[in-house]
């Protein structure tokens, strides 16, 4: 087997443009992280299929979570919109997202949810919505709130919208965390700082956007979405 | 910007947003040829991972799922029975997801019944023996076993992203 053997990197966290699995500052990383090296696929076996959703799979009403129930949910309500692209980018069409958030009090509707701040029985925080043909998604939803968290003491994660992508192969599947701008828990939250470069943390940060403002209405943000990995280096 | 968005964690609450519908079944149970796989995710402490999500992607048939752990880390996916393609033995892409990950965890699930086939696959045949095993689910109860250990003793073989 030797001579075919494949290689064996350590993990990487491509220059601090992405997290490494292990980040102790996160405490939940610690038992979780895998201790061996990874195994690197040579090019010629890397699969770039994956799964294809379609429209059966969403309802217009899915990517409005401000209208899931018979009265308006507290909070803010904002427009997050954008553009889901290949690392070429271009824009990724008819691709799924999923979201998920907690409430304006920054709440999750969740059973181990703890934290004594209020459920809204007009909020569930989940959407979903399909990419159009350019790569654009929108969703109406109320800003979440911060919340606490045992990390460590007097821990608090700033507010963020779980997002899901699935992209054009299984492999460029996403799963990250969108912010808003200026917030002041940034330098203190160790998920946030798992990515260790500053440009590349910023590409999780949405911009206010007075162009998806509606007057009267919502605050908009923008928040595009860039599919694929950074390349590391092959070494023997 | 083309750079790539970076990752962050699913964190603990993403049945909301992952969840929401059942979606375990890549094929229908008790489809033609349907196999059942159970399996846990277990940390580097030999415990349960009762927050993860564990997606199967299942290339030659086109099929695709997913499945939340329940309070002892077991996940249950039903799928048909996967085929062989482009020279590599029959087997099931898996993402894993959790609380405590930053970034997915990619592994895959080989058959147990199809040595001939494993034997010439080009990546089951390139690694260690040790490492060979945990990418090899079991039969049990007329389906298949497939635990996946994040860390530690016996830590499944996971590939770079």
Redesign the interface.
């Known amino acids: ?1 030797s001579d ?3 290689v064996r ?1 350590e993990d990487s966290d491509r220059g601090g ?5 292990l ?1 102790p500052e ?1 405490r ?9 090296p ?4 040579p090019e010629a ?1 890397a ?1 770039r ?3 294809v959703f379609g429209t059966g799979d969403v309802a217009a009403a899915d990517a409005d979570l401000t209208a899931q129930h018979d009265g308006d949910p507290l909070g803010e309500r904002i427009v997050v919109s954008g553009r889901v ?1 290949g ?3 271009r824009g990724v069409p008819g691709t799924l997202l ?3 958030q907690a409430n304006a009090a920054g709440r ?3 059973g ?2 703890r934290h004594p701040a209020p459920l809204d029985p007009n909020f ?5 919505c399909l990419t159009d043909a350019d790569g654009r998604y929108r969703f109406v939803t109320v800003k979440p709130g911060a919340y606490p968290w045992r990390n460590h003491p007097n821990a608090w994660r700033p507010a963020h919208i ?1 997002l ?1 992508v699935f992209g054009r192969a ?2 460029d ?5 969108m912010y808003f701008p200026g917030d002041p828990l940034f330098e203190f939250d160790p ?2 700082q ?2 260790r470069d500053p ?3 910023q ?2 940060v949405s911009a206010f956007d007075w162009e998806t403002t509606a007057p009267e209405w919502a605050l908009g943000y923008r928040f ?7 390349p ?1 280096e092959e070494s023997p | ?18 969840c ?1 519908r059942p979606q375990q079944e890549l094929v229908p149970e008790g489809a033609d040829g349907a196999v059942a796989i159970s399996g846990r995710v277990i ?3 030999g ?1 349960p ?1 009762p ?1 993860a999500v564990v ?1 199967a ?1 299942d ?1 030659a048939g ?1 099929h ?1 799922g997913r499945c939340g752990t329940d309070a002892g880390g077991a996940f249950h996916l039903v799928t048909a029975r996967p085929a062989g393609a482009g020279g ?1 033995a029959p087997h099931l ?1 898996l ?1 894993v ?10 592994t895959r699930m080989y058959l147990p019944d199809e040595k001939e086939a494993n034997t010439a696959d ?2 089951l ?4 023996p040790d ?1 060979r095993a945990t990418l090899v689910a079991r039969p049990a109860d007329g389906g298949l076993t497939f635990d996946i250990r ?3 003793e016996g ?7």
């Open positions: 087997m075919r053997r494949l990197v443009r992405e997290p490494r699995y980040h996160y939940s990383s610690v038992k979780r992280a895998p201790a061996a990874l195994v690197l696929l076996l699969d299929t994956g799964p692209l690392s070429d980018g999923e979201i998920w999750y509707r969740h181990s949810d569930t925080g989940a959407g979903r779980h899901s299984f492999i599947r996403l799963v990250t965390q998920i946030f798992s990515v440009a590349a943390r590409r999780l595009d979405i860039v599919l694929g990995s950074t590391i | 910007m083309t750079e790539p968005t970076p990752s962050q964690t699913v964190g603990p609450f993403f049945t909301i947003g992952l929401a940390d580097g402490d415990e991972v927050d997606e992607w290339r086109g695709w590599e892409a993402l997801f959790a609380r405590g990950l930053l970034k997915p965890l990619l080009p990546v045949s390139a690694l260690e490492e994040l860390q530690g830590q499944t073989t996971f590939f770079v992203l």
